[in-house]
């Protein structure tokens, strides 16, 4: 019996002896794991700043240089090297981003379209197409919504059932990418108020400025004029046969007005040329296009004038002036300018905005505005929207926030009125909401108005 077991440790000793050997063999053929990737290390450009009497040294400053192109150049190597070191160190963990891509991609809605936006005739709108990289800005008439189908068939937005086109391809910018180097990116697009243009600015890589094209949304082709370097805003003029831009300077302050004709060979006019190193302009259009407004302002001052959009050429006119930067947007209903503003009154700062009005022609000089609700502590007028037959009013009280709607015109020339006196209507929300913005509303004979509602529990 001992001999036995003396035979069976032999044999156990024996196999974990040859076992042994046999991994460690193994584990000399299997091939290491190759060794990690070194991160890379951007370049240091040593450079001291003082504020305060407070000196530090940024040695990565260089990289906020948008005007050094050597410095972008050498930006540009740096990210690509970050791309590749990314992809290295997630290599072993292809399988799991493809498993947490097709969840995500199950969880989507493929149709990407944003919510049409009725102007006139037409609901616009921009989607993605499948494959692609940038939306495409599109439009279909209104009167042919219930017939529209899919964004997908046909392709060039035309139905043969019914024989009509359902949707007109405006703008691709996956084709706008390929004038900009691969990159496209919109600061402004302004459609005309006769719906035959669209003048939008597109941000210039390599000379870090936005640019200015007109397109011609029957054709589809650019217009040769106006193409401007470095325009910060866009207005229309005579109705959609007119176009008024702001260009800044090379330190990008707005500076410049022009106003060019669409489809004139003639030089774009320089309507104003502003001297001041401290002001900057900026422009807009009333909401009914009959004015376009020239806001001037600086750390000292607050100015509004006025451009008659019918004749662009026949110069500014001064509405409003005050001390110090301030909020002053200016619209337009039925030969009454009206004011919303956040100025001191009577030298004294305010916490609130109010609503101003003054004939567009004024009866004086200087221009007399007149307050048009009485203040109200307990109801804050947070913001308003104008549409040619209403008010709309975003109000608070205390926390609560809420939407009110006045029927225009307004009672002018009368004094101020209490908001609480006039047949306002205060549409319903949700119970909590901690915020209410305007929404894009273009049209403004629309009955319809668009607002974002947001709160913890609700966001529409």
């Known amino acids: 019996m001992q001999h036995v077991r003396s035979i069976l440790r032999h044999r156990t000793t024996t196999a974990l002896h040859h076992h042994n050997r046999l991994a460690h063999y193994t584990a000399a053929k ?17 450079q001291s700043f003082t504020f305060h009497d407070v000196t530090w040294e940024d040695p990565y400053s260089w990289m906020s240089s948008l005007h050094d192109k050597v410095a972008m150049r050498h930006m540009d190597m740096y990210m690509e090297q970050e791309e590749k ?65 899919s964004h997908k068939s046909p392709d060039a937005g035309f139905d043969f059932t019914s024989g009509k086109r359902i949707e ?43 640019k200015l094209s ?10 040769s004029k106006p193409q401007a370097d470095r325009v910060s805003n866009l207005a229309w003029a005579k109705n959609g046969q007119s176009l008024i831009y702001v260009v800044t300077n090379q330190k990008k302050r707005p500076y410049r007005i022009y106003c060019s004709m669409i489809g ?12 001041d190193e401290n002001v900057y302009l900026n422009i807009r259009n009333t909401k009914d296009f009959q004015f376009v407004t020239v806001n001037a302002f600086s750390p000292t001052s607050s100015k509004v004038f006025l451009i008659n959009a019918a004749d662009p050429l026949s110069g ?8 110090g930067i301030s909020h002053c947007i200016v ?36 221009r007399i505005w007149e307050c048009v609700f009485v203040d109200d502590q307990d109801l804050i007028i947070e913001d308003v929207d104008f549409s040619n037959s209403h008010l709309a009013i975003i109000t608070r009280e205390g926390r609560k926030f809420g939407i009110c709607s006045v029927a225009l015109p307004l009672p002018v020339g009368r004094g101020a009125v209490g908001l609480r006196e006039l047949h306002h ?8 909401v901690c915020k209410i913005a305007p929404g894009p509303n273009y049209d403004f004979y629309s009955s319809t108005m668009r607002f974002t509602i947001s709160s913890p529990v609700v966001c529409q």
């Open 30 to 46: 299997r091939p290491k794991p190759p060794a990690p990737p070194t991160p890379p290390k951007p370049p240091k450009k040593p």
């Open 168 to 210: 007109q391809k405006l703008l691709d910018y996956n084709q706008e990418a390929e004038r900009f180097g691969g990159y496209a990116y919109e600061e402004l697009s302004e459609i005309s108020p006769d719906h035959k243009f669209l003048a939008y600015t597109m941000y210039d890589k390599d000379n870090d400025h936005f």
């Open 214 to 223: 007109v397109r011609n949304l029957n054709s589809g082709a650019l217009c």
């Open 316 to 323: 500014m006119t001064l509405v409003w002036e005050c001390e």
């Open 85 to 149: 070191y990314t992809e290295a160190v997630l290599s072993d963990t292809d399988r799991l981003q493809a498993k947490l891509q097709s969840e995500m991609a199950s969880r989507l809605n493929f149709d990407l379209t944003t919510p049409p936006l009725r102007w006139g005739p037409w609901l616009y709108y921009r989607r993605v197409e499948e494959g692609k990289q940038y939306p495409v800005l599109c439009r279909r008439l209104a009167s042919l919504n219930e017939e529209f189908i």
């Open 331 to 366: 619209e337009h209903h039925q030969g009454y300018l009206y004011l919303f503003t956040d100025a001191a009154k009577d030298g004294q700062l305010v916490d609130s905005h109010y609503l101003l009005c003054s004939p567009v022609v004024a009866s004086s000089n200087p």
């Open 425 to 432: 209507h205060f549409l319903p929300l949700p119970k909590y």
């Open 264 to 275: 004139s060979t003639n030089e774009d006019v320089l309507l104003h040329e502003e001297q």
